[in-house]
């Protein structure tokens, strides 16, 4: 079992920055695949970004959304229990609630096969 937490949505105007993280429990915490995605009102939720192991490189790997690439930069600490998601240069269309999700394997782009989710947190960016 995992339970996550988001923290450090806000508001904040176009080109500004906010750092969003989640707290994890759960003693297995690294081997799950943590990932952040966003839901705008009427829309679907939409991967951002997400951070998995890796056996071939025997190395963690974060995959990022085209929409964010070069924008946002997920962080993982195992030892805290924490990911973190910085979120620089932020656009109007960034606004949403942004959760984090938890799996131990499978397609890390779906929000379909996260088992766990935080309760998420709002962004708002505004121009």
């Known amino acids: 079992q995992v339970h996550l937490a988001e923290s450090g949505g806000g508001l904040v105007q176009a080109g500004g920055s906010l750092r969003l993280s989640c707290a994890a429990s759960?003693?297995?915490?690294?081997?799950?695949?943590l990932g952040w995605f966003r839901q705008a009102p009427g829309k679907e939720r939409e991967f951002v970004a997400a951070?998995?192991?890796?056996?071939?490189?025997?190395?963690?790997?974060?995959d990022y959304a085209d929409s964010v690439k070069g924008r946002f930069t997920l962080s993982r600490d195992n030892a805290k229990n924490t990911v973190a998601l910085q979120m620089n240069s932020l656009k109007p269309e960034d606004t949403a609630v942004y959760y984090c999700?938890?799996?131990?394997?499978?397609?890390?782009?779906?929000?379909?096969?996260?088992?766990?989710w935080g309760q998420g947190t709002q962004v708002t960016v505004s121009s």
């Open positions: 759960g003693r297995t915490f690294s081997s799950y695949a």
């Open positions: 999700g938890a799996l131990r394997g499978g397609n890390t782009r779906s929000a379909g096969e996260y088992e766990y």
């Open positions: 951070n998995s192991w890796r056996s071939y490189r025997s190395a963690y790997n974060t």
